[in-house]
Each structure stands twice: as structure tokens, then as C-alpha cells.
């Protein structure tokens, strides 16, 4: 399988390197060192591809499955204003909430059951001239004068990459929705490549959030 940055950026927007010839003409790299924020065991020595699936209609909102369709991951709808990203054994994994009043949307997520009060990481949405910007603090960053990781996300296709913070290395990239059966809707299904070493559970919450924050946008509301 192709890397995923062996294609250029969709989604970076001129207006992030202050230059207004379009995108930027980088290398991107994959990780030097594993991604690991929820643990090692979902990192993998070599680049995968998982599929995303959402569905409001159901309970499991939210399926994540590796290449042989097994789902790896879960996200079911909100309780107590809650999503909790279940693992195939009905194990909670991460789970995360929206402080409404915050006019970047941010989003609070926790390894395991929230309950147990353990911080991974933030989630704030700011905007660019061609695209959303997801930037993502670690629970170490206590300043957040800068971002950890950044999800770029493109309004005109809906294809996204996750960098690091240098902005050319590159953890993970969603590309355009797959399925073309006229009983799924646009964007509820899609293709994401992974780099080698790099957290899938990780990655699986970030994508969860991005959708949530972007049907937000739209409907004033989630689910």
C-alpha cells in the first residue's frame, strides 16, 4: 500500500505558510518515532489502512475496521454528553465531550472512561482561507502556545491529513468516501492510511471529533 503522503497535501491552505501561490512545495515524511497516545499496542510497524464508516441512524455511530473488515473500533451516540470509542471487546478506549461555550469547539478527551479522569489530549477548531485547522494539545502541553498535532481539513473535497508539528510529517490522511451505493449519503464512508508507528486509536478519535465538529457547523447541534 502507497504511503500516505506519496500524494501531495488536498488540504493545505496557502494561508498557513503566509504565501499565496498555493500549496506549499514540501517533502512529506512519515514519523521518525511512534505515535503513541493511548497505547503501543495500536501502532503498527507498517503503513495501514483502515476504513471509517458513520451512520446516525444506529447505535454504533461511529465504525472503525481494519483491511479485512474487521471493526476495531466503535464510537456510540452521546451519553450524558459523552461519546465513548469502544474497542472490539466492548472495552472503552477513549472517550471525549464538547464544552459548547467555547467558540473554538473544543473537545476534552480521556483515555478510557471519562470517569476516570485521565487527560490525553484538546481539541480546537480554527479556520483558514481554504480550510478547517484542528489544532491538538497534549495534556502536557499546559500552555498551548503551540499545537502537538494539526488536522488539516478540506472544505472543497472533505479530505484531510493529520501532521505533527513541524507540518511535514505526516500521521495519517483521509481520502474521499468510497462507497457509491445510492443508499449511503456523501461522506459517510472513507478510506484512511495510516504511517507505520502510529496510534490508530488515536487517529480513530481524531476523525470522530472532526466529523462531529463539522456537521456542528451545519446543524447548530449533535447527536
Do not use: W
Not at 478510557?112 to 485521565?118: A, F, I, K, L, N
Not at 494539545?137 to 481539513?153: G, H, I, Q
Amino acid at each position: 500500500m502507497s504511503s500516505p503522503m506519496s500524494t501531495a497535501s488536498p488540504c493545505y491552505s496557502s494561508d498557513d505558510d503566509m504565501s499565496r501561490k498555493g500549496t506549499p512545495d514540501r517533502v512529506f515524511k512519515e514519523p521518525e518515532y511512534p505515535v503513541v497516545v493511548v497505547d503501543q499496542k495500536y501502532c503498527s510497524n507498517c503503513a495501514i489502512q483502515l476504513m471509517f464508516e458513520k451512520n446516525r441512524e444506529v447505535e454504533d455511530k461511529f465504525k472503525i475496521s481494519d483491511d479485512d473488515g474487521n471493526v476495531i473500533f466503535r464510537a456510540r451516540k452521546k451519553k450524558n454528553g459523552f461519546r465513548v470509542m469502544m474497542d472490539e471487546t466492548d472495552q472503552p478506549v477513549i472517550s471525549f465531550t464538547a464544552k459548547h461555550i467555547s467558540m473554538h469547539r473544543r473537545r476534552q478527551a480521556y483515555k478510557g472512561d471519562h470517569h476516570e479522569h485521565h487527560k490525553l489530549f484538546t481539541v480546537k477548531k480554527t479556520r483558514g482561507r481554504k480550510s478547517l485547522r484542528y489544532d491538538v494539545y497534549m495534556a502536557s502541553n499546559m500552555t498551548e502556545s503551540t499545537f502537538n498535532y494539526r488536522v488539516y481539513d478540506n472544505f472543497k473535497d472533505g479530505t484531510c491529513i493529520i501532521f505533527g508539528q513541524d507540518k511535514v510529517t505526516v500521521l495519517a490522511q483521509l481520502h474521499t468516501q468510497v462507497s457509491h451505493q445510492k443508499t449511503v449519503k456523501a461522506e459517510e464512508k472513507f478510506s484512511v492510511s495510516l504511517s507505520p508507528n502510529v496510534d490508530k486509536a488515536f487517529v480513530s478519535a481524531l476523525l470522530i471529533i472532526r466529523e462531529e465538529v463539522r456537521k456542528s457547523r451545519y446543524k447548530g447541534y449533535e447527536s
